[in-house]
């Protein structure tokens, strides 16, 4: 079942401008995490949040976690065309170690030169 | 970090036939994977944990008989859509965590996805 949203589902942008796009979820958790997925190819992991941070960055990316409002951001800055991808959220469930990530619906990220 | 290997990338079947996708940790052992479906432009649907040495666990509504996943090894897990349709056409991924760099609940790699399409 899916567990988060994400919104935008589309989003366009020049290069050079930020790009911020916003994932909610429903359930208590242990972390959050940020995957891209280029077109017709894999997952590749981005950042990972623990449910007691509250904000984390990793080269271009900032990410936010409001466990009160159970929602998240996260942040490109200086966008580039080759960020161009969708980017999912993904929640681990509290307290059930070893079980998959739930995916939210993603948002498709374009970035034009 | 952890690589995960997934095979076919693309089939094409017909009706009724069965199909065998494989999902390999090349660098790490997985005592436990994950098998993912995605529809065009949608997200990723969890079909079945499957547990190296015992029986996967399926998602609700996700067919066990349709959907075949057997976990031999720690290294390899097969997902056989049996008797496929149509509407078995899809975009199967797989994942897996390295425990000894994810712990339980951290990232998790995925293959490159197999895309089938059924005629």
């Known amino acids: 079942s899916q567990q988060g949203e994400e919104d935008p589902q589309a989003l366009s942008i020049q290069e050079g401008e930020n790009a911020t796009m916003n994932c909610s979820y429903k359930?208590?958790?242990?972390?959050l995490q940020w995957y891209r997925q280029n077109s017709g190819r894999g997952l590749v992991h981005l950042i990972l949040?623990?449910?007691?941070?509250r904000e984390k960055h990793s080269g271009r990316l900032r990410v936010t976690l409001d466990t009160s409002k159970k929602s998240s951001s996260l942040l490109i800055t200086a966008s580039r065309a080759a960020d161009t991808a969708s980017y999912f959220c993904a929640t681990a469930a509290l307290n059930q170690a070893g079980t998959a990530l739930i995916f939210g619906k993603g948002t498709t990220l374009s970035v034009s030169s | 970090g952890a690589v995960v290997s997934q095979h076919p990338s693309r089939v094409i079947c017909k009706s009724g036939t069965s199909v065998k996708i494989e999902c390999r940790s090349l660098d790490f052992q997985a005592t436990t994977m994950f098998w993912y479906r995605q529809f065009p432009k949608k997200s990723l649907m969890l079909m079945a944990t499957s547990n190296e040495g015992s029986k996967a666990t399926y998602e609700q509504g996700v067919e066990k008989d349709k959907f075949l996943i057997n976990h031999a090894s720690l290294t390899l897990s097969t997902l056989t859509v049996t008797s496929a349709h149509p509407e078995d056409s899809s975009f199967y991924i797989c994942s897996a965590r390295d425990l000894s760099t994810s712990g339980n609940t951290g990232e998790l790699f995925f293959g490159e996805g197999s895309r089938l399409t059924v005629l």
């Open positions: 949040i623990r449910s007691n941070e």
């Open positions: 359930t208590s958790i242990n972390n």
